[in-house]
C-alpha cells in the first residue's frame, strides 16, 4: 500500500518524470502503479529482475527492458567467497564479478 501511495504521488506532483526502474525482485505492485498513474505519457520502465512477471510485461511491449543477475552465479560467487574467508585466503576477483544480462523484448527469448 505504502508502494502504491509513494508512486501516485509522485507521478501526480512530478508530471516531467520520463522513466522509471523498478529495484525488487517483485515489480508487480510498482508496475501496476506506474501504469494507472501515467495514463496520459508513456514512461520508459525498467525492471531488476527476470521474473515470469516481468518476462510476461516485456513480451507485451508495456516493460521497455530487465537488467538481471544470474541468481546461480550469485549462489555460487557467495559459497566461493565465505570458503576463501573460512580458509584464511582471498578469492579470485576476477571470478567473482557478477555479469549482468540486460533483456528487451526482442531479445527475450536469448537468455
Do not use: W
Request: glycine share 8%; hydrophobic share 35%; aromatic share 2%.
Amino acid at each position: 500500500m505504502r508502494t502504491r501511495r509513494s508512486i501516485a504521488n509522485s507521478c501526480a506532483n512530478h508530471p516531467d518524470i520520463v522513466g522509471a526502474c523498478l529495484m525488487g525482485p517483485e515489480a508487480r505492485q510498482a508496475f501496476d502503479t506506474l501504469c494507472d498513474a501515467s495514463d496520459a505519457m508513456r514512461q520508459v520502465i525498467i525492471a531488476r529482475e527476470r521474473t515470469d512477471y516481468t518476462e510476461e510485461r516485456l513480451s507485451s511491449g508495456v516493460l521497455d527492458a530487465v537488467i538481471a543477475r544470474n541468481p546461480g552465479h550469485l549462489v555460487r560467487s557467495a559459497i566461493r567467497v565465505l570458503k576463501a574467508g573460512s580458509e584464511g585466503r582471498e578469492p579470485l576477483a576476477s571470478q567473482e564479478r557478477i555479469r549482468i544480462e540486460i533483456y528487451i523484448r526482442e531479445t527475450l527469448g536469448e537468455g
